[in-house]
Structures are given as C-alpha cells and as structure tokens.
C-alpha cells in the first residue's frame, strides 16, 4: 500500500537547489515555501500556484501535515483539482465548524464546476433545471419548493426572451422558479432573489460563432450554475433568509426554427427589442428572468452572467466584472469578495447605458450591431438589463462572471469550470 504524498507548509526559503519556484521536495512528500504563514493574497496564491504544479504530478492521495489554516486548504484544493480526476485529500486539523464550513465550500463548488464542465448533449435545458431544483431540494427538503416552465408554456406566458432564444433547438427552453425558506416567520416575500444565465450551448445561432469560439460554450450556463451554487452553499451554512433562484435556461442553435436578426421581441414590461446580433442572447433571457424578480419585490436582486467578452477584455480572467449603481450595496458586494478571496471589479453603469443600443423599430436594440457590440459592450449590456427593473439604482447587483471558466489550463486554474463567483454571492446572502 503506497503512502499519501505529504505536503507541508513553510516560511523558509527553498535551498536554491529547487530553483526560482516555491516548492521543495523530500522522501515523503513536497513542502510548499511561502512569504508568510497569515492569510493574505500574496501567499494564499502561491499555495494555489504550487498545487497547480502538484497536479501535474499525477498524484493520486495526498495528505496535508502541519499548520494550514482553512484559507491555505481551501486555495491548495482549487489550484489541485481537475475536471477529469478525483484526488484523494487528507486536509489538516481545523476547528470544528472550520472544517465543516470547509468540507461544504468544496462539496458546493465542485457540484458548480461539474454542472458547467458536463457535455452540452447531457445537460440540456431541462436537465440543467431538473438537477438544481432536485439538488437544492435534497439539501433543505422541508425549505425548498420549485416549479419549471418549459416550451410552449413559455410563449403562451409571455415569456417572450427565453422561447425565442431557446426555439431553434429540439430541446425545450426552460425557466426554474426555486424558493428556499430559511425564515418561516416572514410574510413570504424574498429577501434576495437569485437570477442566473442558463444558455446550455450557445452556437451564436444565426450571428454564428467561429468553431475557436463555439469549442467552450458549454459554460454558457455558468450564471445559472454560480447563483444556484451560492444557494447551496448558503443554506449549508445555515442561511436563514427567504431566496427565490431563477434559472432562465435554453439552448442557443441555428434551425428553420430560430430566432433571427432583425427580430423584435415583445416583454411583459411593455420594452420592445430588435434583433440585431442573435449572439447576444444572454440578455435576452435574463430580461424575464429580471421582470419576474422585480415583480416579487424582493429588496435585493443580484444576476450573474457569463455575458460578454467585453467583460473579459477589460478585467481579464481573474475577475468578475460587478455592475451597481446602489453605492452601499456596491461598496458591501466589493468588502465580501474581498474577505473571501474572490475578486471582482467594479465597472462603469449608470442609466445612460441604457441608450447606447438604440434601435429604428423598437425600444432598443439588443446590442450595437458591429464585433463585440463596440466600445463598453459590458456597460452597456448591463444598462440593456436596468430596463427590466422597477428600480435599477437601488437593491440590483449584475455579475459579468469573467473569471468562472477557463479555457485552458494556467498557473491557478486547471482548464475548465473555477467556481469564482459562487463564495461572495453566499457572503452576500449570509450577510444580508
């Protein structure tokens, strides 16, 4: 029986026989050398960059000795996790609540990680929905209630975003409507609701993406993954507030059936929408999800959403992009991403974006009908979703989730799904 490989942390500096890197290696295992031992940015990634280096070792059971906060396992287990191999850990003495809090943090995200990594032929509009609701069910089954909406029933409802954008495949579109009872004393109405961007597969429909492009768009459903998965890792952790969860799913093809430029939708809020660019659907969806949220009257409603490259061009993939113009909420949304090591960055929104994609035949366009949808495309899909809210400026949080997938293996992340996200929106719902 082979022993785990040990790893241990220290505050010396590596012998220069390993090199520039932070790792050292003896008979038992690796020691991972860092600036300090106190959680701060700086060491926690070096922890997470080593384990990423550990990775490629191909180690089957390791078994971290000595001191580790819970801090330094949680970012050892981001950077050492893959999609396509379970490791076997043994994590270092915690408290017991911190192990607990641990052990969830890594059970929630790795369920959002696998959502997103799946095949899109296996997880279709319905089964995206099926499984969050059945998931979310198990873990608070006396709190937890949802229905789904799907195909025809869409369109006879009104809801006009998800049944265009979800028309042009065989596979029905969907919209979950989940409600978590953590406070059975209130008159009913949410605190938070939770709406997430479900696009399945996003071929780009008629505005078709190049293949390059087309290759990841199974996480096209990251928002969807990321709010049900703070969810879930809220009420592990005790979350005594009433959440609704909407999951606004479809699948995004080119068939004699889809959707096409030039198109204008009808919303239950009296906005109309032309068609200029059927790639830019994502808003599409989440303006129903939006009117739904601002009808319950819930004070806070926050979306996430793997939205536009835009947002990835200007914050790159170590960041979410955060749109608010509630400056409190803003300023309280940054401080938790902050203390939870999951960072965001706030960008430009304010009520003029709402009129930078102006149409001829309706309301407004969808997008500015030149690549990428041109200059501040993140703003101003942010502003195309304010028209959905009774009150943009105050209670609204819209998550541009640049940093929930990757498309490669890097020095942090192994390809594939982050989970980024998932950890500030649970401190926003637990800290409300």
């Not at 785990?4 to 010396?12: I, R």
């Not at 940054?334 to 003029?352: G, Q, T, V, Y």
């Not at 998550?399 to 490669?408: H, I, K, M, P």
Request: aromatic share 6%.
């Amino acid at each position: 029986m082979t022993s785990a490989f040990q790893v241990m942390l220290s505050s010396a500096k590596p012998d220069s026989i390993w090199g520039e890197g932070n790792l050292s290696f003896n008979e038992s295992g690796a020691t991972i050398h860092i600036k300090d031992l106190v959680d701060n940015s700086e060491s926690l990634c070096q922890i997470q960059t080593a384990a990423r280096k550990l990775a490629g070792m191909k180690l089957s059971d390791v078994s971290l000795v000595g001191d580790w906060s819970l801090e330094a396992q949680w970012h050892f287990w981001q950077g050492i996790s893959q999609p396509n191999k379970q490791l076997n850990i043994s994590y270092a003495p915690l408290s017991q609540d911190e192990d607990k809090n641990l052990r969830t943090m890594i059970e929630s995200h790795q369920w959002v990680k696998d959502l997103i990594n799946h095949t899109p032929e296996d997880m279709s509009p319905m089964n995206l929905a099926n499984q969050v609701g059945d998931y979310l069910s198990e873990l608070a089954p006396e709190q937890v209630s949802y229905h789904i909406i799907a195909g025809e029933e869409l369109k006879d409802k009104g809801y006009t975003g998800i049944y265009n954008v979800g028309r042009g495949s065989e596979r029905p579109p969907a919209l979950l409507t989940l409600d978590y009872r953590g406070n059975a004393e209130s008159n009913g109405t949410p605190d938070v609701v939770l709406v997430g961007k479900g696009i399945t597969f996003d071929s780009g429909g008629y505005s078709l993406k190049q293949s390059q492009s087309m290759l990841h768009m199974k996480s096209d459903m990251g928002g969807a993954a990321t709010v049900a998965g703070a969810l879930a890792l809220a009420i592990s952790q005790g979350l005594q507030k009433n959440v609704r969860l909407l999951l606004c799913c479809a699948e995004n093809l080119v068939s004699g059936q889809a959707y096409k430029l030039s198109d204008v939708l009808q919303y239950r809020n009296g906005v109309s929408v032309e068609v200029v660019n059927t790639d830019a659907e994502g808003r599409l969806v989440l303006a129903d999800g939006l009117i739904d949220a601002s009808q319950s009257e819930a004070p806070i409603i926050l979306d996430a959403a793997t939205l536009t490259g835009a947002a990835v061009v200007a914050v790159g993939e170590d960041y979410n992009a955060l749109f608010c113009m509630d400056e409190p909420l803003a300023q309280k949304f940054s401080a938790l991403a902050e203390e939870n090591f999951d960072p965001c960055w706030r960008l430009p929104l304010n009520k003029s974006h709402q009129n930078n994609c102006p149409s001829a035949y309706a309301d407004t366009a969808n997008s500015k009908s030149v690549p990428g949808g041109g200059a501040g495309g993140a703003s101003n899909a942010a502003g195309f979703l304010s028209r959905f809210l009774n009150t943009p400026e105050s209670g609204w949080i819209h998550l541009d989730l640049a940093a929930c997938y990757c498309a490669n293996a890097n020095s942090h992340w192994a390809a594939g799904a982050t989970g980024s996200g998932t950890r500030s929106i649970a401190a926003l719902l637990m800290n409300l």
